[in-house]
């Protein structure tokens, strides 16, 4: 990005636009808390899970906030491909909700760190943000815990859309690798180590999470699990 991110604020600034993203009509908030008007959010709320932690269970934890489809399938598309970054914000606010939801799970994993999916470079050059990214920003602020950046995606993969779940794992075979960086930092800490939890903005099969894991993981680096703002339907 060409230019230097202080906080929400000039995230705001440089993207609040006046009219709700998703059905463009004048967002009646004047706050720059909640993007979208107030039928629109009515609308997405409605897509929350009644029980984000359900699937918070072994080989792979996830905590999602909502299902994925209707007015958040619109939302997250209006993030991704319609240039709409600022409806990460309320995404990321209700992600950390349900994770504030479920205290028992972050007393369990103390302490944390929270890691975004990364998109591979040219990705997020030509959509100009990583969606993830701006989502664990929003989490992290509501949910006080620190975000790092510990992964990187060094080879761009094909879309995943459309392809068996076999030829989906081999498209990302390798295409997370741990920033040394990070790694070298929470390795050599002398206090307890810190425990990632991953972000994203959908979980669908679970691949995408599962290479992240299997990086970090096999770089001595534990995982606690993946949230995610929202999971699919068949996974339900
Ligand atoms: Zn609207």
């Given at each position: 990005?060409?230019?230097?991110?202080?906080?929400?604020?000039?995230?705001?600034?440089?993207?609040?636009?006046?009219?709700?993203?998703?059905?463009?009509?004048?967002?009646?908030?004047?706050?720059?808390?909640?993007?979208?008007?107030?039928?629109?959010?009515?609308?997405?709320?409605?897509?929350?899970?009644?029980?984000?932690?359900?699937?918070?269970?072994?080989?792979?934890?996830?905590?999602?906030?909502?299902?994925?489809?209707?007015?958040?399938?619109?939302?997250?598309?209006?993030?991704k491909?319609?240039?709409?970054?600022?409806?990460?914000?309320?995404?990321?606010?209700?992600?950390?909700?349900?994770?504030?939801?479920?205290?028992?799970?972050?007393?369990?994993?103390?302490?944390?760190?929270?890691?975004p999916i990364p998109l591979h470079a040219s990705k997020q050059k030509q959509r100009g943000y990583n969606q993830a990214e701006?989502?664990?920003?929003?989490?992290?602020?509501?949910?006080?815990?620190?975000?790092?950046?510990?992964l990187r995606r060094?080879?761009a993969t094909?879309?995943?859309?459309?392809?068996?779940?076999?030829?989906?794992?081999?498209?990302?075979?390798?295409a997370?690798?741990?920033?040394?960086?990070?790694?070298?930092?929470?390795?050599?800490?002398?206090?307890?180590?810190?425990?990632?939890?991953?972000?994203d903005d959908?979980?669908?099969?679970?691949?995408?999470?599962?290479?992240?894991?299997?990086?970090?993981?096999?770089?001595?680096?534990?995982?606690?699990?993946?949230?995610?703002?929202?999971?699919?339907?068949?996974?339900?």
């Amino acid at each position: 990005m060409g230019y230097k991110l202080n906080g929400w604020n000039s995230l705001v600034d440089l993207f609040l636009k006046a009219e709700c993203p998703l059905c463009q009509r004048p967002a009646s908030t004047a706050s720059s808390q909640d993007c979208l008007c107030q039928d629109c959010e009515r609308q997405l709320y409605r897509c929350r899970l009644p029980q984000p932690s359900k699937f918070w269970q072994p080989p792979l934890p996830v905590l999602a906030w909502g299902e994925y489809g209707g007015t958040l399938k619109r939302s997250l598309a209006a993030l991704k491909y319609h240039n709409q970054p600022q409806v990460a914000r309320l995404l990321g606010r209700y992600l950390a909700e349900a994770w504030l939801d479920s205290p028992a799970i972050a007393r369990s994993l103390q302490p944390l760190v929270v890691v975004p999916i990364p998109l591979h470079a040219s990705k997020q050059k030509q959509r100009g943000y990583n969606q993830a990214e701006l989502i664990t920003r929003a989490f992290c602020d509501r949910s006080r815990l620190p975000m790092a950046h510990g992964l990187r995606r060094d080879r761009a993969t094909e879309a995943q859309f459309g392809l068996t779940p076999e030829a989906r794992q081999q498209n990302l075979a390798d295409a997370f690798c741990v920033d040394q960086r990070f790694s070298k930092r929470e390795l050599s800490r002398t206090e307890t180590s810190r425990t990632v939890l991953l972000v994203d903005d959908i979980y669908t099969t679970g691949t995408t999470a599962r290479s992240a894991v299997q990086v970090l993981r096999q770089s001595g680096i534990s995982v606690g699990g993946i949230l995610a703002v929202a999971k699919a339907v068949q996974n339900v």
